[in-house]
Nanobody, 123 residues
Framework: VQLQASGGGLVQAGGSLRLSCAVSGRAFRNYAMGWFRQAAGHERDLVAGIGWSNEITYYEDFAKGRFTISRDDAKSTVYLYMNSLNPEDTAVYYC?????????????????WGQGTLVTVSS
């Protein structure tokens, strides 16, 4: 399974970005997905997870109400829509995949990872 993350960039505080993660190599519909982020000097943390359908989602507290995770099985792509961004959201964002219906909440539950995309939020 190969994952390719994209969509990061520089945005002003209060702005929005959409991250994409294209998945190839296996039947995308059989995989649950997660978005993680790692800020400089910090560990990699879960942002959001999504199961086999768009009805099965999870958000960390900092992401609730601002971020939305979704998947398009026809495009083998998972998205992370980020609104009301603030400088604390600055990090490298990674997408990850695991086979099965349910997402995981720990990074060691995901065997497949994308390369990361940098999000920088200026104040």
């Amino acid at each position: 399974v190969q994952l390719q993350a994209s969509g990061g960039g520089l945005v002003q505080a209060g702005g929005s970005l959409r991250l994409s993660c294209a998945v190839s190599g296996r039947a995308f519909r059989n995989y649950a997905m997660g978005w993680f982020r790692q800020a400089a000097g910090h560990e990699r943390d879960l942002v959001a997870g999504i199961g086999w359908s768009n009805e099965i989602t999870y958000y960390e507290d900092f992401a609730k109400g601002r971020f939305t995770i979704s998947r398009d099985d026809a495009k083998s792509t998972v998205y992370l829509y980020m609104n009301s961004l603030n400088p604390e959201d600055t990090a490298v964002y990674y997408c990850a995949a695991r086979r099965g219906r349910w997402f995981g909440v720990n990074e060691d539950e995901y065997p497949y990872w994308g390369q990361g995309t940098l999000v920088t939020v200026s104040s």
